[in-house]
């Protein structure tokens, strides 16, 4: 990635994702139902949104139902999206006082056409949210967008330039194609973390978290709190991001120099002079 880029990123605060997984663990260890565990999720979901933009984060992608999640108990599956449901409808009103912008990314063909209508009225409500960028995926797979993206390029090929044959397509432009019209606000994932103590992407943001800084947690995420939020981005500050590059020495120190510091501008100033 290309200094310039990295800068660009940084201006704009860190992209930081989350799988939010343990819902279950943490209620069958309380003896509940393991749709006990997903209510108390969306609480932790709440802390979190309302930490983040504090700590330097400006766009927060929350990975809510995979596409493998359809195999689940149907009873849990219509817990969750029931979950979804409320939390936008009750959420909405708040996201727009906080300048919170939401947009839900994956699939919407499978979900029930009354939800995809509270997904629709909630990133309309919430489009002009400056503050924060919400992305919540829901009956998301990465490999099936890449794929799905590489469809849409086989069959719109990629203009030619002047001159030129054929023309090959940048990752940039790949990333907006994997991307869509609705998501182009997003770069590349700078932190993800992973509540529970699973090791795994889990089919998450796989083109998006290249070089993305991972931190897995044994925390479940019921009990995830803008505590271990901030912990998460201190330690994302203190490490080196080179990108393949050899940092210089100086621009080590002046890294290390500004981990310590707190607040937003800390975190800008590690990503850009240690990237």
């Not at 995979?66 to 449901?85: I, Y």
């Not at 400056?130 to 390029?153: E, F, G, H, P």
């Not at 397509?169 to 869509?180: I, K, V």
């Not at 912990?231 to 290390?256: I, T, Y």
């Amino acid at each position: 990635m290309a200094q310039g880029s990295a800068q660009a990123q940084a201006a704009e605060g860190l992209h930081a994702a989350i799988i939010m997984d343990g819902n279950g663990r943490w209620a069958v260890a309380r003896g509940k139902l393991r749709t006990a565990g997903h209510l108390a999720g969306a609480d932790a979901v709440r802390r979190t949104v309302e930490a983040a933009p504090d700590l330097g984060i400006g766009i927060l992608t929350l990975y809510a139902f995979s596409s493998d999640n359809w195999q689940r108990p149907s009873d849990e599956v219509g817990t969750l999206m029931r979950l979804l449901r409320r939390y936008l409808m009750a959420e909405t009103g708040r996201c727009v006082e906080n300048g919170v912008r939401v947009e839900v990314i994956g699939r919407r063909d499978r979900i029930a056409p009354a939800l995809v209508r509270v997904i629709e009225s909630a990133e309309q409500a919430t489009a002009r949210g400056r503050r924060l960028l919400l992305r919540i995926a829901v009956d998301y797979s990465a490999r099936d967008a890449i794929l799905r993206a590489a469809l849409r390029l086989r069959d719109s090929p990629h203009p030619r330039r002047a001159g030129e044959e054929r023309c090959e397509l940048s990752r940039e432009e790949f990333s907006e194609l994997l991307a869509g019209s609705s998501e182009k606000g997003a770069h590349d994932v700078d932190l993800l973390i992973r509540t529970g103590g699973e090791k795994r992407l889990s089919d998450f943001l796989l083109w998006e978290c290249a070089y993305a800084e991972l931190i897995f947690t044994d925390r479940m995420w019921p009990d995830f709190g803008a505590a271990d939020l901030e912990d998460a981005v201190l330690q994302f500050r203190h490490r080196e991001r080179r990108f393949g590059r050899v940092v210089p020495v100086s621009a080590r120190s002046a890294a290390g120099a500004h981990a310590g510091d707190t607040g937003a501008p800390a975190a800008r100033a590690a990503v850009a002079l240690a990237p």
